[in-house]
């Protein structure tokens, strides 16, 4: 069985960085694809960024790109969203989530999720 555990998360100031980490339990295959998703008070939970396992091709929302990146550790079945240049517009709940197959940017199409973890940005 799948689970996933985010950590990293908290409190920073505007224009800081934070790195979020995801654990994921069991074996992954080159078929997979893992992704960041957000979800802030009030709103809908959002697409943040995607990677596919084998080749490490990524994918971000246009609210992110050039601030945050997605990585792995092969070694470690683990995933990365390292956060810079913070606004207070990215404060939200980050949740990693899983899926077999290729990327996608919807959240139906992930199957996998883990709990979330907090993210404030203070401006």
């Known amino acids: 069985q799948v689970h996933l555990v985010e950590s990293g998360g908290g409190l920073v100031q505007a224009g800081g960085s934070l790195r979020l980490s995801c654990a994921h339990s069991?074996?992954?295959?080159?078929?997979?694809?893992m992704a960041w998703f957000r979800q802030a008070p009030g709103k809908e939970r959002e697409f943040v960024a995607a990677?596919?396992?084998?080749?490490?091709?990524?994918d971000y929302a246009d609210s992110v790109k050039g601030r945050f990146t997605i990585s792995r550790d092969n070694a470690k079945n683990t995933v990365y969203l390292q956060m810079t240049s913070l606004k207070p517009e990215d404060t939200a709940v980050y949740y990693c989530?899983?899926?077999?197959?290729?990327?996608?940017?919807?959240?139906?199409?992930?199957?996998?999720w883990g709990r979330g973890t907090q993210v404030t940005v203070s401006s």
């Open positions: 990677l596919r396992w084998s080749g490490g091709a990524s």
């Open positions: 069991g074996p992954i295959f080159s078929t997979y694809a």
């Open positions: 989530a899983s899926k077999w197959g290729s990327l996608a940017l919807k959240r139906s199409d992930y199957g996998y």
